[in-house]
Structures are given as C-alpha cells and as structure tokens.
C-alpha cells in the first residue's frame, strides 16, 4: 500500500526524519521522498510504503498523529481513494484514535494530511 503524506507546515524533511524516529526501524514501513518516485510530481509529500501486516497502518497513523501534537498542528486528515475521508482533532483520547485507526483500515487510504 502506498500512501502519501503532507503538511503544510512540516517540511517533508523534517516530517520525514520525525516519522523515522516514530516508527524506530518498523521494517514494514519504507518512507520516502516524493522526488525518489517519478512517478510522483509534488516536491512536498513523502510516500510511505506500507506492508500487508495489519499492525503498521495502525503504527504509522498513530506516529502521525503523535508529531503532529509535538509540533502543536491541529487535525490529521485522512482521504481514501473514492474520496472519503476522516478528520480528526490531534487533541483524541488514546480510546477515540484507536476507533480511528479501525475506521482508517476500512478506507483504500492513499493521502494523510496534518494541518
């Protein structure tokens, strides 16, 4: 699964090294720069390649949300490519995130967004 992952206020380089250290060498996830993908025109998203294990959507959205409280942002916005989506406040309970996480495995996520 490929998704992409932006914000406007976080560069994708600093996004990029926060969410490494996030995931601490999760070998089911890959990050990368949308510039190392041609297939990918915005200079500003970093592409995570994620596994078929269950558990690193989970990890990776929950890593997300994580930085994106350090950096006092305020809402992660998650789009499915039928065009759904899920917003929610970075201020969720634990409890709230992880119904989150549930509903985010049902959507064919290809975007996260933090604002």
């Known amino acids: 699964m490929e998704i992409l992952i932006g914000s406007s206020n976080i560069s994708t ?6 969410l490494e250290a996030e995931l601490e060498n999760n070998e089911d996830i890959e990050l990368k720069t949308t510039s190392d993908n041609i297939r990918l025109r915005s200079p500003e998203m970093l592409l995570a390649l994620i596994g078929l294990a269950g558990g690193a959507l989970g990890i990776l959205i929950k890593g997300l949300f994580d930085i994106a409280k350090a950096r006092c942002e305020k809402k992660i916005i998650i789009r499915g490519k039928s065009g759904r989506t899920i917003e929610a406040p970075v201020s969720i309970s634990k409890l709230e995130l992880e119904g989150l996480v549930d509903a985010a495995k049902k959507l064919d996520i290809d975007k996260i967004e933090i604002y």
């Not at 380089?13 to 926060?18: M, R, T, Y």
Request: negative net charge; aromatic residues 0%.
């Open 13 to 18: 380089e600093d996004l990029k090294a926060c």
